[in-house]
């Protein structure tokens, strides 16, 4: 699989094959000549204009290529290859590239040519990473090689980073970085946003000017000519329609095509892979390029490794056509076949080809509110040091000074700040209070100036302080003082600049000043400590009871009521409605769509749930759970502002109403997605937070269907929830819309919680498994009739007959792994087991639907209920009935 294009360009150029050029400069298109002079430079064979790297990049050395390389000895080089950038300094240098727009599609091409700049003649190799996640390893056959390579990448925010890594084999250089917008939603895969795709080849089948690049070629790919001994070509003169469907392959090169010479063969293309286990897509363009005679049919069909790859395909003269693979291609040996059907007169063709290799992004970028926290710092220090790109990622080029915490499913955090003796002057950064997860932070041997500020008590995890050798002055925390004394923090300061830590008398003295108000403090003390335990909301319940409305602490999130009538155009178009109000569609200044939940007067929910949401959303981040945008708290008007997602929530999506109907595997990555984003909340939340509301209408599906966890305003912060201590609070039931001694919606409801009002992590555990059961089988929680009935209702009798086919959906026909649907099956009874100890944590769920994914196959099965057993299904069913009362 090693790439070949600089070698086929070489041939290309070298045997004088006509090259077509490039010469539209696209909007947003970034080409750098790496190591070029500072003047705009022009390709004289593609015509392409290169700027050089200084806006880009602040590291590294320019250098040339050695003179037997270069022109006039190599007189057909194209521009980028004759100079590059070396990076003899630092482990990581990255290229930071504005993009613009999160979400954004682009084509990323890096070049690359050895050429014996350093004199030394050993062939370095080195990786090549986009953001935190492995592009590729570069390496060289020989000092000559020309290698290229291409990635097409969403854009994880407003900039893209490339980045080179000395991996200890030579040092890294770069000859070329070019960066192309791809403005169409193409180049899809199963895998969504979190999967990148590797160019492997891309061919003109059936060139006769030869390939190259192209000036309708609105992403300017680079072509290479592909044919074989048992083809011949064909070609038109006509100019061929090919905005049909996004990918916009050149004319030039959809003029030309391949066909069989014996008509009754197929056309055939094959590779190999190095490793069997690697994903694949293909991309197969067609057009009719002969006007065609009444009585005669050009008909074919496509297939790999002899299964299908389509049905059947009659090429429209003039205009493009393309077939791709929905589901990624696995395999050692790949063998592409294009046969004509019995009824064609005509053999099968094939214009172009493009081949990409799957690169899934397993790496998390840093948790971001850390990220700006940390940028910030550099930027009030203008800290002299290496920190390029993101700060813990990848895990062996962490920014010097820093160190982070990783878990498998949730962004990195940074943990360890240490900036000691690195010439800081002025106060301590405020920006560091935002780095709430910082245990250790060293300032030592500065010159920072002014009062310890009040913020670092509030870092609750900080377990070591080292403010020594600055000019620091005023009083150490009481807070500090006391974490210290208790062996909770290690704590070093100049005793000399502070009053707090040698005359502690300074410090106590305001509040003890008699005996007598030592006495009154105590009793009140007493007092306060009584009531509190008769009370029977959490200490953040009453806290955020007691605010007034208009309490929400972040500023920058904050709009107007103006704003949200401009948002929503006057409130023009209702998407949704819940307990807290009616949703709307808004469109924000920079035309990212939003929803916009609006607080109706009638609604039970009210300022609390507001606040609760509100105030929870600015410090939770997670992939999987609903990006909060802003808020408006203005008198009786409030409002919540989130990001839009395009394909609404789970329970329309399951209704018979739906236009489609969800694949199992799809089913089964939407509840992975679901999981992942309650075991954040249950696991990687420090106090954990219950959602206390898990249901399907509160489960949001984005335009690929990436599941996302929305509505937080019945959520809770438990400070002691590894405990198992109950809580207890007056929350609102939203199917009766009225007050009750329990929290969520009917049907979703844990019956321990109903029972003994006893509320943990298991609650959400309960609800999400009904959640699984409404996957499973599509319909409600509560099924309406006379009577109502619950899921599980439905389900028991069906499992006791071991009849399979009456509980899973019949939409689907069959199409299911029954080894998969089996085990989910009785994942979601473990889920809601009566008792919570018998139930699955949120991590056991996770990782054993990401071993149903596993299990799923590309062949489709039929149902089988003769293969399964209730028993191996539901061993821990019980048979008890539903303990809380259905709606009528």
């Excluded at 072509?223 to 011949?232: G, T």
């Excluded at 005679?293 to 299908?308: A, I, Y």
Aim: net charge negative.
């Amino acid at each position: 699989m090693a790439n070949s294009f600089g070698f086929f360009l070489f041939l290309v150029l070298f045997f004088g094959v006509t090259v077509l050029v490039q010469a539209q400069q696209q909007t947003g298109f970034i080409s750098i000549d790496c190591g070029g002079s500072e003047n705009l430079n022009i390709d004289d064979v593609t015509k392409t204009k290169y700027s050089s790297e200084g806006s880009y990049i602040q590291t590294g050395v320019n250098r040339n290529i050695s003179s037997e390389y270069a022109y006039p000895n190599n007189p057909t080089l194209p521009l980028p290859f004759s100079n590059l950038r070396s990076f003899p300094q630092g482990d990581q240098n990255c290229y930071r590239l504005t993009t613009g727009r999160k979400g954004s599609l682009y084509l990323i091409r890096a070049s690359f040519l050895y050429g014996n700049y350093d004199g030394e003649n050993k062939l370095p190799e080195f990786d090549l990473y986009v953001d935190v996640n492995f592009w590729s390893s570069v390496k060289f056959k020989n000092a000559s090689e020309q290698v290229t390579l291409e990635i097409i990448s969403t854009a994880q925010s407003e900039e893209t980073n490339v980045c080179l890594l000395n991996t200890g084999k030579g040092v890294p250089f770069i000859s070329g970085l070019e960066l192309r917008p791809i403005s169409t939603p193409i180049y899809n895969t199963e895998f969504g946003d979190s999967a990148s795709l590797l160019l492997f080849k891309r061919w003109d089948i059936g060139s006769i000017n030869g390939s190259g690049r192209y000036e309708d070629d609105v992403y300017d790919r680079i072509w290479f000519p592909f044919s074989s001994s048992s083809w011949k070509s064909l070609n038109s003169s006509v100019d061929i329609d090919v905005n049909g469907d996004g990918y916009r392959v050149p004319s030039e090169v959809m003029r030309t095509c391949s066909t069989p010479k014996n008509e009754n063969d197929s056309l055939e293309f094959s590779w190999t892979s190095d490793d069997p286990n690697t994903k694949f897509y293909v991309y197969l363009y067609f057009t009719e390029v002969e006007i065609l005679q009444g009585s005669q049919l050009r008909k074919f069909s496509v297939s790999w490794n002899g299964s299908p790859f389509n049905t059947s395909l009659v090429p429209k003269y003039g205009q493009a056509t393309t077939l791709f693979n929905s589901k990624s291609l696995v395999a050692q040996e790949h063998r592409i076949s294009i046969q004509k059907t019995e009824d064609s007169t005509l053999p099968p063709i094939l214009n172009a080809v493009e081949i990409y290799v799957v690169r899934q992004l397993d790496a998390l970028p840093t948790f971001e509110q850390d990220v700006e926290a940390i940028r910030s710092v550099k930027e009030c220090y203008r800290v002299q040091r290496d920190w390029v790109a993101d700060p813990c990622e990848p895990k062996n080029y962490t920014w010097e000074g820093l160190k982070c915490n990783y878990n498998t499913s949730l962004p990195p955090r940074i943990i360890s700040l240490n900036l000691s003796r690195s010439s800081l002057s002025g106060i301590i950064a405020p920006a560091i209070s935002n780095l709430t997860f910082l245990e250790s932070l060293d300032l030592s041997n500065n010159s920072l100036s002014g009062p310890m500020p009040r913020f670092l008590e509030e870092l609750r995890f900080l377990k070591y302080l080292n403010l020594r050798g600055n000019q620091l002055s005023g009083f150490v925390s009481t807070t500090l003082l006391e974490r210290s004394k208790k062996g909770l923090l290690t704590l070093r300061v100049d005793d000399k600049n502070f009053s707090g830590s040698s005359n502690k008398k300074k410090v106590i003295a305001p509040i003890v000043a008699s005996i007598s108000s030592v006495i009154v403090l105590s009793v009140i003390a007493i007092l306060y400590r009584k009531i509190r335990r008769r009370n029977e909301q959490s200490e953040e319940e009453t806290n955020m009871l007691n605010k007034s409305v208009g309490t929400v602490v972040s500023k920058k999130l904050q709009y107007t009521y103006a704003e949200v009538l401009a948002i929503t155009s006057n409130f023009q178009l209702v998407i949704g409605r819940g307990g807290f109000g009616s949703v709307y569609s808004g469109q924000m200044k920079d035309g990212h769509k939003v929803a916009v939940k609006m607080l109706s007067a009638s609604s039970a929910q009210g300022p609390k749930e507001f606040q609760t949401e509100a105030e929870l959303l600015m410090t939770v981040h997670h992939k999987n759970l609903v990006s909060f945008i802003g808020y408006c708290d203005e008198g009786d008007k409030m409002a919540l502002i989130y990001e839009y997602l395009a394909n609404g929530n789970l329970k329309d999506k399951l209704s018979e109403k739906s236009s489609s109907c969800l694949s199992w595997e799809r089913r089964i990555q939407i509840a992975i997605d679901a999981a992942e984003g309650l075991d954040y909340l249950h696991h990687g939340c420090k106090p954990p937070i219950i959602h206390r509301d898990v249901k399907s209408a509160n489960i949001l599906l984005s335009e690929n269907l990436e599941a996302k966890i929305a509505d937080f305003g019945l959520s809770k912060v438990f400070k002691n929830s590894d405990n198992g201590n109950s809580e207890s609070a007056i929350i609102y039931v939203d199917d009766k819309n009225e007050m009750s001694t329990i929290m969520g919606t009917m049907g979703y409801l844990d019956p321990e919680y109903y029972e003994l009002v006893n509320l943990n992590e298991k609650s959400d555990i309960y609800s999400f498994g009904v959640v699984l059961l409404e996957l499973i089988t599509a319909l409600p929680a509560v099924i309406k009739g006379k009577p109502s009935i619950h899921i599980l209702e439905f389900v028991r009798p069906h499992l006791e007959k071991s009849d399979l086919r009456k509980i899973i959906d019949p939409r689907l026909q069959g199409k299911f792994n029954e080894d998969s649907g089996r085990k989910v099956l009785g994942l979601a009874v473990s889920c809601t087991a009566s008792t919570s100890i018998q139930r699955p944590t949120m991590s056991v769920v996770l990782s054993k639907l990401k071993q149903c994914v596993k299990m799923e196959s590309p062949s489709d099965r039929e149902i089988s209920s003769e293969s399964y057993s209730s028993s191996d299904v539901f061993n821990s069913m019980d048979n008890e009935p539903m303990t809380y009362p259905f709606p009528r």
